[in-house]
């Protein structure tokens, strides 16, 4: 049983980044996941345990990730489980956790990796730890905390360490674009894609090139930025790497934007919305805060499926644009014209016992 977990286990991770339509993605995920329940070390259960949390999240099935965090969370605290396996669990999950907008507990996880690898010398994910936490910073609006989980971490990039690269360079991109440097956001962009494009893996070209469009845009690049996101969308047509195409149309919005076409834009937000109902591949359009915030509002502005546009703004807490939006879910609404009243998440303000008549008035 061992042994077969780990070599499902390990075709599961190649589905995930190079064989996304592979006829036995399926078998890999039922094999790793019936196994778990073997009688078999913890050594063996938790690694499997994170290369099911892995595919779950970068296929944005996030539902199916959740059993399998319920199964493995109670062999954490098994004497037998080394401190390695400890570690890379809560690295897992804390990206998960980025994924899925929790922020609170996505920062717990991080931080208690962290100091699992303090306390015991280990420095095999500090790197890739640190990056976690950049793309989790800059997608709460913090570029400073962003950058400064990535300090250092530049010495360790070369040729020979593409995957590295990858994730070093598509960090700081986002740090940059969220403090507004054009020529350095298109710099990084360009060096993430092309340590990305050395992986060879479908996952990474749809990945990296959906965002780092935005990054040639940002500096004005825009018919390459196109061209990138056909690219992504040419090779988006893949297994689960399909989820991946509202964040490629949320980015082609984008890009229409800065060029002062909105109708064209509001084209792509329509097609976004019409095959993003499942709010968890839409989910990923909050590790870009700049595209993000910008599309939600225009969509919102166009009329473009509100309900669920405000439902995103509201539980991504984008922030309100200068300009007034009608509808604008805002989390306090007092009115003061008429009759006065309070509202909170669009629902009348309610008290569970005596109405305090005093600072209402007030």
Same mark, same amino acid.
């Given at each position: ?173 986002? !740090?940059? /674009? &969220? $403090? =507004?440097?054009?020529?350095? @956001?298109?710099? #990084?962009? +360009? ?63 984008? !890009?229409? /934007? &800065? $060029? =002062?076409?909105?109708?064209? @834009?509001?084209? #792509?937000? +329509? ?92």
């Amino acid at each position: 049983a061992a042994a077969q977990l780990a070599v499902w286990s390990a075709l599961l991770l190649a589905f995930t980044y190079r064989l996304p339509g592979h006829r036995l993605r399926a078998t890999a995920i039922e094999q790793v996941t019936h196994l778990l329940d073997a009688d078999i070390d913890a050594n063996q259960k938790v690694p499997a345990g994170f290369a099911l949390i892995l595919h779950h999240t970068m296929s944005h099935e996030m539902a199916r990730a959740r059993p399998v965090i319920e199964r493995i969370g109670p062999l954490l605290d098994a004497p037998e489980l080394t401190a390695l396996n400890r570690m890379n669990w809560c690295l897992f999950i804390g990206y998960h956790h980025h994924r899925t907008g929790d922020r609170s507990a996505a920062e717990q996880a991080l931080d208690q990796s962290d100091r699992i690898a303090a306390e015991h010398g280990l420095r095999q994910s500090e790197f890739i730890s640190h990056c976690f936490r950049s793309y989790h910073c800059t997608s709460w609006w913090d570029a400073n905390e962003g950058a400064r989980a990535l300090d250092g971490l530049g010495a360790a990039v070369s040729d020979a360490t593409p995957m590295l690269g990858a994730q070093f360079h598509n960090a700081t991109m986002f !740090v940059e /674009m &969220l $403090r =507004g440097n054009g020529p350095a @956001a298109e710099r #990084h962009a +360009r060096l993430a894609v092309a340590a990305a494009n050395r992986l060879g893996a479908p996952f990474f070209t749809v990945s990296w090139m959906s965002y780092a469009a935005g990054g040639l845009a940002m500096n004005g690049a825009f018919d390459e930025a196109e061209q990138w996101l056909d690219t992504a969308w040419a090779h988006s047509d893949n297994g689960f790497l399909v989820t991946y195409r509202p964040a490629i149309l949320a980015t082609r919005a984008w !890009v229409a /934007m &800065l $060029r =002062g076409r909105r109708d064209v @834009a509001r084209d #792509h937000l +329509r097609h976004m919305f019409s095959i993003g109902h499942d709010l968890q591949a839409l989910a990923y359009l909050r590790n870009c805060p700049l595209i993000k915030d910008a599309v939600l509002a225009e969509a919102l502005d166009a009329g473009i499926e509100v309900p669920l546009a405000r439902q995103l703004i509201r539980k991504f807490r984008v922030p309100a644009p200068p300009r007034d939006i009608e509808g604008w879910p805002w989390p306090v609404r007092v009115r003061t014209l008429g009759t006065f009243r309070i509202e909170v998440d669009d629902e009348p303000l309610t008290f569970g016992r005596k109405t305090p008549r005093k600072p209402i008035a007030l």
